[in-house]
């Protein structure tokens, strides 16, 4: 029989070690409270369902859509960038709807890569922003970033010692895991090293509305000549809690959005025009929805940093997106992010995600997801303390 090579390339998907066992032990009746996959557990805001509901009742809205999305929706994008950074971009040229950042990110590393190209990614980071090089045949190559390390020497030291020249660099800000946060001086830089050594800059801007403490991050495509070097991806699943109506957008760069464009003209016929009609209300509408959906994040976080602190995980809460990334305590940290994974849900009953299913830079971490309530929160924390104070260190 005939090999796939593309799955040859793409290695074990770390999470599911702890998946499997996790549902082993709910088979057995065990009560998990389950903070590891960053799966919104609020619903989405009664005005864009509403909508939904009424577009989807019109059977002229259920053939065809287009795959670029319809037009309305990508002027509410700008008009969105305008608001919120105010940057202008162009809808017919500089912005597509996507499904979800996910899909988009993928198709446009289809688009844009060959096998040969070299991606720069960060370590760790969300795995799609290499599996997507993967996939298209290209080679990645990690740039570690994290506590103690200048992030422009690594990638100036990584640029000296690749050959050929990278293609493309990937970021993601407001950071997933780590919740590493940039500024528009970052962006700038990355600008201006991005032109110079002549590469392409994809940014995944997911958690643009997750911030708290009064952070307020910049979008990459404030940076001066942003435009001319790369694109932005922006999610409605996270800020207005619609991760399952994927809808998604790529701006900037218009050879890169034409690229993505065109390719999803072979790939798909759109988005559920119901879907998009409701997401440009949510765009155009009033943000108290969003803000509240912020507000319960920042509760979560609250409650679980100060009761991790409380048992002895010392750890700084977060200033964005619905993550805690926390360093395992030393006693437990030769065990790796897997094993410690798994010690914490069989004997404190508590799903994370393990840090090497991230980049091999994660391994001494792991990720809590901010989707439980906080009275959950608060018997995930008497867990945790179980295996603390415990013996069982492995």
């Known amino acids: 029989m005939y090999e796939f090579p593309r799955m040859h390339r793409l290695p074990p998907y770390v999470f599911s070690v702890v998946g499997e066992l996790k549902m ?71 912005a597509v709807v996507t499904m979800g950042a996910k899909e988009g990110l993928s198709h446009l590393a289809l688009a844009m890569l060959s096998p040969g190209d070299v991606v720069f990614a960060p370590d760790p980071t969300y795995p799609i922003h290499t599996y997507a090089a993967i996939i298209a045949g290209a080679d990645v190559r990690r740039i570690p970033i994290g506590k103690g390390r200048d992030f422009f020497e690594d990638l100036l030291e990584a640029t000296r010692q690749t ?50 403490d009064g952070y307020e991050p910049p979008s990459f495509m404030q940076a001066e000549g942003a435009k001319d070097v790369g694109v932005e991806f922006y999610s409605m699943s996270k800020s207005y809690s619609m991760a399952g109506w994927r809808v998604g957008f790529c701006v900037g760069n218009r050879e890169m959005v034409h690229a993505l464009t065109r390719i999803k003209s ?28 912020v507000d319960t994040y920042r509760q979560r976080r609250d ?67 901010l989707i439980e309530n906080p009275h959950r929160i608060k018997q995930a924390i008497k867990g945790i303390k179980r295996v603390l104070s415990g013996s069982s260190c492995g």
């Not at 065990?30 to 009664?46: H, K, L, R, S």
């Not at 800059?201 to 643009?208: L, P």
């Not at 977060?318 to 030393?330: G, Q, V």
């Open 24 to 94: 082993q032990l709910r088979r057995q009746n065990v009560d998990i409270v389950d903070m590891g996959m960053g799966n919104p557990d609020m619903p989405t805001p009664q005005h864009i369902v509403d909508k939904l509901n009424e577009a989807a009742a019109k059977g002229v809205n259920h053939r065809y859509s287009v795959s670029k999305g319809i037009p309305n929706l990508r002027k509410a994008i700008c008009d969105w960038y305008m608001r919120k950074f105010d940057v202008y971009l162009d809808p017919d040229k500089e």
């Open 163 to 212: 050959w050929p020249q990278p293609k493309l660099l990937m970021l993601s800000y407001p950071h997933n895991p780590t919740t590493e946060l940039a500024t528009l001086e970052f962006f700038q830089k990355v600008v201006d090293f991005a032109k110079e050594h002549k590469m392409y800059v994809v940014h995944d801007m997911a958690y643009a509305d997750l911030v708290f």
């Open 266 to 293: 072979y790939l798909d016929y759109g988005i559920f025009q119901p879907i998009q009609i409701a997401a440009t209300v949510g765009l155009n509408g009033p943000e108290d929805c969003v803000k509240e959906i």
């Open 303 to 369: 409650v679980l940093c100060e009761g991790l602190n409380r048992v002895g995980w010392d750890i700084t809460p977060p200033k964005a997106t619905m993550f805690a990334w926390a360093e395992i305590p030393e006693q437990f940290r030769h065990m790796g992010s897997v094993e410690f994974s798994k010690l914490l849900l069989k004997e404190g009953g508590v799903a994370v995600s393990p840090g090497l299913g991230f980049g091999h830079f994660g391994d001494n971490h792991v990720r809590f997801a």
